[in-house]
């Protein structure tokens, strides 16, 4: 297989090598989608990044990949000796630019902890529910100020948990996963389980509007530090938002792990990252180039998606888990550029057919 891999190899460098130079443009299927393949020499800093480290990811997932050209690389990839990793890399993929008119933007998640408790108290009063059966069939199902107000969710066993903030119970809803820790000892973990159907209505961009802040002025800090300040204008300015997220117990993760991803497999700090998989493969070697404050320049694997997650040039930053993660993915929100790597094989099928 790796004999038949390098065969590859040979024969798409003798008509890539002048093309990768040059940075060769081809139009995707979508007429607003440009794909340009650059030489691994023209990505900023890949020379200077730790590639054993994001083979260790890519291995995380590969696995679960359908098609053949992944299936071949992973395999491969399982015999890697880590200390050729930056060659697994070059040898077998290609970088490929996909744009779409749209400016990149990258932001970060992350994984919150939140204090609750498995049955309800005075201090654990606000709980975290499973997803009813009736809105696994309907959708859309009832808005969130229908779920929260009007009982329907009462007396029915749906509650995995009781937590002690409502505001980070909002934002956990945000995040999609998370863990709990209890009161007794020990720590929950949830997972998405679902959601209402409505549209999700970001509560930053209402306070803008009603002119509480400047667009520049709102974080996730900043918009509970203002709820908590405002707790009944701050509890309407939440139900703002119709989309109700539902979650599931995850028990089969490590707690040294990483909450699961769109791949259902642990997600990385720092090495994971939510993307568009209509532009960007789930499982492909992404490498990111984030301008800003702080510059990062570091191969990263698409694992993991989002509903505010659009476009060629959108991704997001796994940051890891609790306050310290949360508040450096609430301050990201930087340009730059993402190169998605593309199997050999995968990269050239994108030339125009008279190339």
Not at 99 to 107: H, Q, R, Y
Request: contains cysteine.
């Amino acid at each position: 297989m790796i004999a038949a891999l390098r065969d590859v190899f040979r024969a798409a460098v003798l008509i890539g090598a002048a093309m990768t130079a040059s940075g060769l443009t081809v139009s995707g299927a979508d007429a607003e989608t440009s794909h340009s393949m650059l030489s691994f020499s023209e990505l900023d800093g890949w020379e200077k990044d730790n590639h054993a480290a994001a083979l260790k990811v890519f291995l995380e997932t590969c696995p679960d990949l359908k098609d053949q050209d992944w299936q071949n690389l992973c395999a491969v990839a399982q015999s890697q000796d880590p200390a050729g990793a930056r060659h697994f890399f070059e040898l077998f993929f290609r970088p490929i630019l996909i744009e779409d008119g749209a400016k990149a933007l990258f932001t970060g998640y992350f994984e919150p902890e939140l204090d609750g408790a498995r049955y309800r108290s005075d201090r654990y009063r606000y709980p975290v529910y499973k997803m009813p059966p009736e809105a696994k069939r309907n959708s859309p199902w009832l808005a969130r100020r229908d779920i929260l107000n009007s009982g329907v969710m009462s007396g029915r066993g749906l509650e995995i948990a009781w937590v002690d903030d409502p505001v980070e119970l909002f934002f956990l809803q945000i995040q999609g996963s998370g863990r709990i820790r209890m009161a007794d000892g020990g720590s929950v973990r949830v997972g998405y389980g679902g959601a209402n159907g409505h549209p999700y209505r970001s509560i930053g961009t209402e306070m803008v509007r009603r002119g509480i802040y400047k667009a520049h002025q709102v974080s996730a800090q900043v918009i509970k530090a203002w709820v908590r300040r405002n707790p009944l204008d701050g509890k309407e300015l939440l139900l703002h938002n119709p989309s109700y997220v539902f979650f599931r117990e995850i028990r089969k993760i490590r707690p040294s792990k990483g909450p699961l991803g769109a791949m259902n497999r642990s997600v990385t700090a720092m090495r994971s990252l939510a993307v568009d998989p209509k532009f960007t493969p789930l499982g492909a070697p992404v490498w990111l180039e984030k301008d800003g404050e702080t510059r990062l320049r570091r191969l990263m694997i698409a694992q993991d998606t989002g509903s505010a997650i659009k476009g060629a040039q959108r991704a997001d930053v796994f940051f890891g888990t609790g306050d310290s993660a949360g508040q450096a993915a609430g301050r990201l929100r930087d340009p730059g550029r993402m190169v998605v790597l593309l199997p050999i094989q995968r990269a050239f099928a994108l030339l125009p057919e008279d190339f």
